[in-house]
């Protein structure tokens, strides 16, 4: 089975701009989660998504929305972008509504704004 | 301060060695999870465990619930461990999300 897809993979952007990230979580995962990771920190928290139902959100302004759609493959949509926001975003799918739960992670996508 | 703290931050050593990560966090959890992330950023859950001790291969993982603190062990330590080493804990009052450390960077030495 494949695993946790990420597209793109690498991306550059200029700030201001808006940029979509997308996630396929594994067959048979209902459940999404988006993290951001800035260079040198662990992941922080930004949405998790089951059954294209938002469960949680982490502490992050408007400009970071999300969705999922009926395959429960997912979008993490960016507006007026800021060097700050750029970062690893990780999408990660579990099968579990409730946890603890074991999350898959994908490889990522490198956002780079200047 | 950090609700999940980790230490050390970086850790250098020679094949063949025993390595010790080290973990204390400060909330309520249902569960603590270690997870192995390489340079080129992927990440793979290695335990989740909410008490005792598993083992898996030459890598062991404790918590100790009362003192909010766990380990992970790595024995025989070998060059392609080298990677960042990351707790991160299932926070009791939010089931669906984690709270991460800052991460242990492991470098093993031929």
């Known amino acids: 089975d494949a695993g946790v897809t990420q597209s793109p993979t690498h991306l550059i952007k200029t700030r201001g701009q808006h940029v979509t990230l997308r996630c396929s979580p594994i067959s048979g995962h209902k459940s999404v989660s988006w993290y951001q990771q800035v260079l040198g920190q662990g992941p922080q928290f930004i949405f998790q998504y089951y059954e294209k139902e938002e469960r949680g959100r982490g502490n992050f302004p408007d400009r970071f929305s999300a969705r999922q759609f009926p395959n429960y493959s997912s979008e993490l949509n960016v507006n007026a972008l800021l060097l700050g926001d750029s970062a690893l975003y990780l999408c990660?799918?579990?099968?579990?509504?409730?946890?603890?739960?074991?999350?898959?992670f994908g490889p990522g996508t490198r956002l780079t704004v200047t | 301060k950090n609700e999940v703290e980790q230490s050390p931050q970086n850790l250098t050593a020679q094949e063949g060695e025993f390595i010790t990560i080290n973990c204390s966090y400060s909330?309520?959890?249902?569960?603590l999870h270690w997870l192995q992330q390489h340079p080129g950023g992927g990440i793979v859950s290695l335990f989740m465990l909410s008490s005792g001790k598993k083992k898996h291969g030459r890598l062991i993982a404790t918590i100790n619930i009362q003192e909010k603190h766990s380990s992970l062990h790595i024995t025989a330590s070998h060059p392609r461990d080298s990677a960042v080493y990351i707790c991160?804990?299932?926070?009791?009052?939010?089931?669906?999300?984690?709270?991460w450390g800052a991460g242990t960077k492991l470098i093993i030495k031929p």
């Open positions: 990660a799918s579990s099968r579990l509504r409730t946890g603890p739960y074991e999350q898959y």
């Open positions: 909330v309520g959890i249902s569960a």
């Open positions: 991160a804990v299932s926070p009791m009052d939010s089931n669906y999300q984690l709270i």
